[in-house]
């Protein structure tokens, strides 16, 4: 199926660091979403992105919706050990009522206290 | 408030066997879609459900159905397991567009972990 690409595949760094991660895509998106899983979970929605040049925060996760609006990247700063997990990124055409997400592979955090 | 519950959590069948996979979408959402995410990947779109019925599908075979049921809960159904169906099935609820607080997000439940053996 359709996958967008997203770098890292994954990370290792010390607590305290900041942490940048991105998604490109072939194709056009009118939403980018950032998720993250942790095992054995579902995704849970970090931060959603609707306009194309949009930087919005939430607590030390900064993400940006790219001007060509087929790209996005997420920022963390300050890492910690549980912002350990897997971080994904999603883009929707949403219109109506479509909902598909087309998704990335993933990007792998570790942090070491 | 209620998010998205998913059972069963785990199950195991074998080759040739038939599942069913129950979701109740989050309070006051009216849409539910259904995800296949195989070990190391990302979530792969199986279909959408709106007013009962399905409004968008991925590249899935029809072993793979749904329902939805006017309490806006759903089922997924797979026919005839083979062992590349063993996944975690997500299920996502959203609102409508006509429910005019269209922001597009899903909302996911902990999944439901297939093994095909």
């Known amino acids: 199926g359709q996958q967008l690409n997203q770098s890292p595949q994954s990370m290792f760094i010390q607590e305290g660091e900041d942490v940048s991660m991105n998604c490109t895509s072939s194709?056009?998106?009118?939403?980018w979403l950032w998720y993250k899983q942790d095992p054995g979970e579902g995704p849970v929605l970090l931060i959603a992105?609707?306009?194309a040049g949009e930087l919005t925060s939430n607590g030390r996760l900064t993400a940006q919706f790219g001007i060509t609006r087929k790209d996005s990247f997420l920022n963390i700063s300050a890492s910690i050990p549980s912002d350990v997990g897997i971080y994904f990124c999603?883009?929707?055409?949403?219109?109506?009522?479509?909902?598909?997400?087309?998704w990335g592979l993933g990007t792998s955090l570790a942090v070491n206290p | 408030d209620a998010g998205v519950t998913q059972s069963p959590t785990h199950l195991i069948k074998t080759r040739g066997q038939q599942v069913t996979l129950r979701c109740s979408p989050k309070?006051?959402?009216?849409?539910v879609s259904w995800y296949q995410q195989a070990l190391g990947q990302g979530p792969q779109f199986i279909f959408q459900y709106y007013e009962e019925e399905e409004r968008q599908r991925g590249n899935f075979p029809d072993r793979f159905s749904g329902h939805q049921f006017p309490n806006y809960s759903s089922e997924l159904n797979v026919n005839a397991l083979l062992l590349g169906d063993s996944a975690l099935y997500l299920c996502?609820?959203?609102?409508?567009?006509?429910?005019?607080?269209?922001?597009?997000?899903?909302?996911f439940g902990e999944g439901s972990r297939l093994t095909v053996l």
């Open positions: 999603a883009g929707q055409n949403y219109a109506g009522n479509n909902r598909k997400l087309i």
């Open positions: 194709s056009i998106f009118n939403t």
């Open positions: 996502a609820s959203s609102l409508a567009w006509a429910s005019g607080a269209n922001t597009g997000e899903l909302f």
């Open positions: 992105l609707y306009k």
């Open positions: 309070s006051g959402h009216d849409t």
